[in-house]
């Protein structure tokens, strides 16, 4: 061996063993402070023997549900077994997967149990893939973290082999956040002194949106901003090299603006071209396909379009409130549809609207869900145009209910073809499809 490889050799020790080193002072520094934090636990439940990997809008609370489920644990063991890296950790910037191994033979030089692994905003490291899956090869228990939706793609998940399950982390849904707020909600609640605060909570969470910290912040704008700062500049711009930064950040701007209507890919194209940017077709999709990889927002399609149409024409949600709220202005209707389509999505099944002659606004086929979303249907002519859209689709799908969701109105139509329950959101985003 020559000099010039030797002393190369010697280096790449050297920083093997440094590299080996942190990974150890961060693994036991982890196990510390996860047996002094206080957690408050979400709603989510998973398989006792699974492996996961959790995705999601960035803030929504993946790293709060793995000190969640760590803590779950310690309370029947040490954390001796728990091997837990946050990749977004300032000191793991020089981190490769070629470096990935020295994880676990760090841990190993500290115990001889088995560890169960917990890998936060692994995202961050190209090519983590087929470490984690050599993970679970190994009989490892695997948790894994990520703030991006490409975490899911066919590649990887033909790399993971089947052997992960994926679990999307949603911003609180409105039971878990007056449970952040140590407000106790029961069947009694409704009728006692605590409906007006429950009420005041219910519209602080339309326009605030569910993120876990923000409930800790006095200036909850200030915080949503820069929350939707580090969403524009970190998870888009920066990753996905973007160079026409006003033109995304326009589009973002119309989105909002457009939420609760179908909107097409030419009408946005032309919302921009308007102001003076040019964007072609291909750029216009790429930047829906990064909004919807960073979690930012969400779209469904017509359930009667054809495929062609059901690609360019849409309907976009935001995928937290408060964000959505940074654009609009005294748009309660807005808020009201995007809040319903956050928890259906957090209750599973594909999610469409309906759009012929009349529309419906969200239709989940496999569980037979037919839903209208109105601020009120105080006045007549609401009334009757939101009841008979549901009409005519409970008829075409043979079904025999239908939703009509308020802001706070309740009482139930009976008619030929089935009965349709006119429901305030508050109450079933609480007590969810009692009828």
Known sequence: MSYRQDKKAYFCLINEIKMKNLFKKI??????????????????????????????LRRAGKSNFLYQLIQQHYSENDLNDVLMVNFEDERLLEVQAIHLHEILDAYYELYTMQPIVFLDEIQTIPNWQKFVRRLADEGLRVFVTGSNAEMLSAEIASTLGGRFINKEILPL???????????????????????????????????????????????????????????????????????????????????????????????????????????????????????????????????????????????????DNGILNLFLFDQDTKLLENVVYIQLRRLGGTIYFLKRKLEVDFYVPEKEWLIQVSYSIKEKETFEREVKALHLSMKELNLQTGYIFTYDEEKTITTELGTVYVVPVWKWLLDGFQY
């Open 173 to 319: 849904s409105f039971r878990e956040y007056l449970k952040f707020l140590q407000f106790n909600y029961t069947e009694k609640t409704k009728f006692s002194a605590d409906r007006h605060e429950l009420h005041r909570l219910y519209e602080d969470y339309l326009k605030l949106g569910g993120f876990p910290e923000l409930i800790h912040f006095e200036n909850k704008k200030e915080y949503l901003s820069s929350v939707y700062q580090k969403l524009f500049y970190g998870d888009l711009i920066a990753r996905y090299s973007i160079e026409n930064s006003k033109a995304l950040k326009l589009m973002v701007k119309k989105l909002a603006e457009s939420v609760n209507n179908e909107t097409s890919v030419n009408r946005i194209k032309h919302l921009i071209k308007s102001t003076g940017l040019a964007i072609g077709n291909n750029t216009l999709f790429d930047y829906l396909g990064y909004l919807e990889s960073s979690y930012m927002i969400g779209s469904i399609s017509n359930f009667h379009s054809k495929f062609s149409e059901k690609e360019t024409n849409k309907k976009y949600y935001f995928l």
């Open 27 to 56: 693994i036991i520094e982890k196990q510390e402070w996860l047996k002094s934090i206080e957690v408050i636990e979400r709603d989510y439940r998973i398989e006792p023997k699974a492996n996961y990997v959790f995705t999601g």
